[in-house]
């Protein structure tokens, strides 16, 4: 369903891959790793159609990357995505809103409950601890069930092995429904999965 094909990627004038191929169908993880600097988040940055490739292509269902795309696919980067303005549950309903998911109110707080964040889901985020801003984020997944395809950058940064469980848990559960995930992680992780992938980048 997600197929690369002859992938390239540059940055300041390097070279930091290229010739890089993958597929991928229901139910496969893909591991990236290397050290920093090789490309992992500019090569998930390519897959979610926000970084143009210096040379390759990315297709989805067989078709270059769309609008529709865009609302089969979650990313979830490096960097928190959260804004210091709104509350936590605020910040959840935003991106439910932005990517039109279905959903309900009950569902938000048991996702924000999930990572353990009931007690400050009408905290503004600027408060929140660096564990807790990930822990905000990454709570979008519990909603995120019917969204075939995950691309996320160094999900467990930051996070107690609590969340590390829960996030998990989330990933094998979406992989075992059919779903596909890639990650990148310098964090050595267990997700049961059908079918699994490693790509090593070498910078």
Not at 22 to 50: M, Q
Not at 53 to 65: D, E, I, K, T, Y
Not at 165 to 183: D, K, N, T
Request: hydrophobic share 45%.
């Amino acid at each position: 369903m997600l197929e690369a094909t002859a992938l390239a990627c540059e940055r300041g004038g390097l070279r930091l891959f290229s010739d890089l191929d993958l597929a991928l169908e229901g139910g496969s993880l893909l591991r990236v790793r290397g050290p920093n600097g090789s490309g992992k988040t500019s090569l998930l940055r390519i897959l979610a159609g926000l970084t143009r490739p210096a040379a390759g292509s990315v297709r989805w269902r067989g078709r270059a990357l769309d609008e529709e795309y865009g609302r089969e696919m979650l990313f979830i980067g490096h960097a928190a995505a959260v804004s210091d303005d709104l509350t936590v549950l605020e910040n959840l309903e935003f991106t439910v809103d932005l990517f039109q998911m279905t959903t309900n109110q009950h569902r938000n707080r048991e996702a924000l409950e999930l990572f353990g964040l009931e007690r400050v889901a009408q905290v503004p985020a600027r408060y929140l601890s660096q564990g807790q801003r990930r822990r905000a984020a990454l709570a979008r997944l519990a909603l995120s069930r019917a969204v075939p395809l995950w691309l996320l950058d160094e999900p467990f940064a930051a996070l107690d092995s609590d969340a590390v469980e829960r996030v998990s848990e989330l990933a094998a559960a979406h992989l075992a429904a059919g779903g596909m995930l890639v990650l990148t992680s310098h964090q050595e992780f267990s997700i049961a999965a059908p079918a699994t992938q490693l790509i090593e980048l070498e910078g």
